[in-house]
C-alpha cells in the first residue's frame, strides 16, 4: 500500500470510527460478554459506542499501571480503573478526537461513582508512543512549516521532545490491553507497533490482546478496500503471524487465551475470528550458572520455550538463573517442578551460563560432590497419610 493510498485509508478509517462515537455501528464489532458488575458505573453511551471483539481486561491485577491502546470510548479503561484499583492507574490512547470526547465527557461521572480517579487519555497514535500530537500541533501552530529548512527544524524538536516527554515513558506500563485496533494500524507500521509495546512495557509486564485474524493471508484486492480497513478485515493479521510479531518483537510466554471457532465474518473463502493474546516482556539479559535446574512434568515428550531451551519430560534441565526464574512462574509453573541447589550461589559470583546448549544437569551439581547426608524416615507406614 502506497503512502497516498495509506492516507487515504486512514482518513476513512478516522472517519468511520468519528461517525461510530456519535451513532453506534453494529458491523464494527463482535458479541463479548463482560462482566456486567464492571459495568454498572459506565454511562449508557459509553457502552454503546464501544466496539472490541473480546475483553483483554480479565487480566488486570490489583495496582497495575495499565495501557489501553485504541481506548476509543473509554469502556475499557473504566473496567480497567475497577480492576487496577485506587493504587493502580490507567492511560487511554487514542488518536480520534470524537472517540475521546466521548471517553473524556464521561471520565469525571465515572471517577465519581469509583470514589478515585486513576484514569488518563491521552491523543497519540499506538504504533508511535513516543510522539505527542497535541505538543507537536502546539509547535506547528507557532512554527509554520514553509520549507525545507523549518521542516528540519521540526523533525528535531520531535527528536527532542521524544527523548525529553514521550507519550509513554520506556519500562512504565505493567499491562497493555487493546481491544480490536492493532489490525487497523498499516501493514507498513505494524513492526513498529509491537515494537512501542515492547518499549514501554515493565520487565515481567505482560500484554493481552484481543484482535481479529484471518487463517489465510489476505488476498491484495481486499487489502485495498478502505472500508474492509475500516472493518477489522483488510489489516487482519494471519493468525501464526500474529503469534510470530510477539516472538519477534521479543516476547515470550505468548498464548493463545481465546480463540472463537465460529468465524465471525468470512469474505471470499477467508475467515476471521477473535482471539485473545496474552505474553510477557523479561527474557532478555545475562545468562548465570548457580547450578538450578527444571523438571518438566509433561504431557509432552519434550517442549521447547522461547529462547530455544528443550524441555525433555522427567529430566532435570540445566538452565541459567534467569531462565530458571522465568519457568518457575507463571505462566510456566505449574508445569515443571523446580531444583533449586543445595548450596546458593551468590549471583555476583556466579559464571557465564551457556544457554545455547542443552544439558541434563547431574544431581550432584544441584546437591554438591561431596554431599553424604543420610535422612532415615520418621514413618514407614504407607497409605493416604504416609509417604506413598
Not at 473509554?74 to 475497577?82: H, R
Not at 473524556?104 to 504504533?127: C, K, S, T, W
Not at 528540519?152 to 505493567?174: C, T
Request: with cysteine.
Amino acid at each position: 500500500m502506497g503512502t497516498t493510498a495509506q492516507n487515504r485509508t486512514e482518513e476513512i478509517v478516522y472517519d468511520r470510527y468519528a461517525a461510530a462515537a456519535k451513532a453506534k455501528e453494529g458491523a464494527l464489532c463482535c458479541p463479548v460478554d463482560y462482566d456486567p458488575e464492571l459495568l454498572k458505573i459506565i454511562p449508557k453511551e459509553v457502552i454503546d459506542r464501544d466496539y472490541g471483539c473480546g475483553d483483554p481486561s480479565r487480566y488486570i491485577q490489583p495496582g497495575d499501571t495499565v495501557l489501553d491502546l485504541g481506548s476509543g470510548t473509554g469502556k475499557i479503561c473504566f473496567i480497567a480503573a475497577q480492576k487496577a484499583g485506587a493504587s493502580g492507574k490507567v492511560i487511554g490512547v487514542d488518536f480520534n478526537d470524537e472517540m475521546l470526547e466521548v471517553a473524556r465527557r464521561h471520565h469525571p461521572v465515572v471517577a465519581e461513582r469509583l470514589g478515585y480517579d486513576n484514569i488518563r487519555f491521552l491523543r497519540g497514535r499506538i504504533q508511535n508512543l513516543s510522539d505527542s500530537p497535541d505538543e507537536l500541533d502546539a509547535y506547528l501552530a507557532a512554527n509554520p512549516v514553509r520549507s525545507g529548512n523549518d521542516l528540519d527544524h521540526y523533525e528535531a524538536f520531535r527528536k527532542e521532545l521524544a527523548g525529553r516527554a514521550p507519550l509513554i515513558r520506556d519500562d512504565s506500563v505493567d499491562i497493555i490491553v487493546s481491544n480490536c485496533v492493532l489490525n487497523l494500524v498499516s501493514q507498513p507500521e505494524k513492526l513498529q507497533l509491537f515494537s512501542e509495546m515492547f518499549r514501554v512495557l515493565k520487565r515481567g509486564g505482560s500484554v493481552a490482546i484481543s484482535d481479529i485474524v484471518s487463517d489465510e493471508d489476505v488476498p491484495a484486492s481486499l487489502q485495498k478496500d478502505p472500508k474492509l480497513w475500516s472493518g477489522c478485515i483488510a489489516g487482519a493479521f494471519r493468525e501464526d503471524r500474529f503469534m510470530e510479531a510477539f516472538e519477534q518483537a521479543g516476547f515470550h510466554a505468548i498464548q493463545i487465551e481465546k480463540y472463537e471457532q465460529t468465524p465471525w465474518q468470512t469474505v471470499k473463502g477467508v475467515e476471521f475470528r477473535s482471539v485473545t493474546i496474552t505474553a510477557r516482556k523479561g527474557k532478555q539479559g545475562p545468562c548465570r550458572e548457580r547450578n538450578q535446574a527444571v523438571l518438566y512434568k509433561g504431557p509432552w515428550k519434550k517442549v521447547e520455550d522461547d529462547d530455544g531451551h528443550v524441555l525433555i519430560r522427567g529430566k532435570r534441565m540445566a538452565v541459567c538463573d534467569k531462565t530458571y526464574h522465568i519457568l518457575t512462574s507463571e505462566p510456566y509453573a505449574d508445569q515443571v517442578t523446580p531444583i533449586p541447589p543445595m548450596k546458593d550461589i551468590p549471583l555476583d559470583q556466579a559464571r557465564p551460563f551457556a544457554c545455547q546448549e542443552t544439558a541434563i544437569r547431574d544431581p550432584r551439581e544441584t546437591k554438591g560432590k561431596r554431599y553424604r547426608k543420610t535422612v532415615a524416615a520418621a514413618d514407614s507406614s504407607c497409605g493416604p497419610d504416609g509417604c506413598c
